[in-house]
């Protein structure tokens, strides 16, 4: 039973580049999240996706960021026009059951450098 | 203030030592308690989760305190492959999780 991957999982964009980063949950998980880790920090949550739907995107910047999970494939992490801060270690982690319930199992992470 | 707050150590301890980490969490509303450990540019990977009456699993234990707000694990017989930092997690009523910073163990021979 293969865990969660993640891809790429090094991308280098230049300023003002798109960058996706792509992820897909663990065999019978419905459920995702995607955390950023910056140098010397700890994770901090973006946003929860079920198939087709956000649950909860509290987390992520208002602009340049987005998330889906489609019905069919993984689930991306868009960041449009990359900045020098977005340079960080991006996560996703996936559980059978969303909310308080569910034990989370995390990617290997995608680290991103912004150039 | 942070949600959750944990020392960042260093913690230099020598192997067969006992070491005991504390996190502390602002919201009395949180609901579920977890350690994760994480190494050196890797993702963060269960430990243990943290029921009320707490709970051990071999050498780790690990304790709640509603009243207080905090979290323990407590590390017994310390061995190399302990060394990491590790993460306290804590969930509360909906979706988000809120991780510390983690903690910093290093295991000496």
């Known amino acids: 039973n293969a865990g969660v991957m993640q891809n790429p999982r090094h991308l280098v964009r230049r300023r003002g580049q798109e960058a996706r980063l792509r992820c897909s949950p663990m065999?019978?998980?419905?459920?995702v999240y995607w955390y950023r880790q910056l140098p010397e920090e700890g994770l901090k949550f973006m946003v929860y996706?079920?198939?087709?739907?956000?649950?909860?995107e509290s987390g992520m910047p208002k602009e340049r960021f987005s998330a889906e999970f489609p019905k069919e494939g993984p689930s991306i992490l868009r960041i449009q026009q990359v900045v020098r801060g977005d340079s960080a270690a991006y996560f996703c982690?996936?559980?059978?059951?969303?909310?308080?319930?569910?034990?989370?199992?995390f990617g290997p992470g995608t680290r991103l450098l912004v150039l | 203030r942070k949600e959750v707050e944990q020392d960042p150590g260093p913690f230099n301890v020598p192997e067969g030592a006992t070491v005991a980490f504390n996190c502390t969490y602002s919201n009395s509303a949180s609901q579920s308690f977890f350690w994760y450990r994480q190494d050196c540019r890797k993702e963060p990977k269960l430990l243990m989760s943290?029921?009320?009456s707490g709970n051990e699993d071999g050498r780790f234990t690990a304790q709640l305190n509603r009243a207080s707000q905090y979290i323990s694990l407590l590390i017994r017989d310390s061995k190399l492959s302990d060394s990491a930092t590790y993460l306290c997690v804590v969930n509360r009523l909906g979706n988000q999780f809120y991780f510390g910073t983690g903690t910093s163990l290093t295991v000496i021979p």
């Open positions: 943290v029921y009320s």
């Open positions: 065999k019978g998980h419905s459920h």
């Open positions: 982690a996936s559980s059978t059951e969303g909310g308080r319930v569910g034990t989370q199992y």
């Open positions: 996706l079920q198939k087709e739907n956000i649950i909860d």
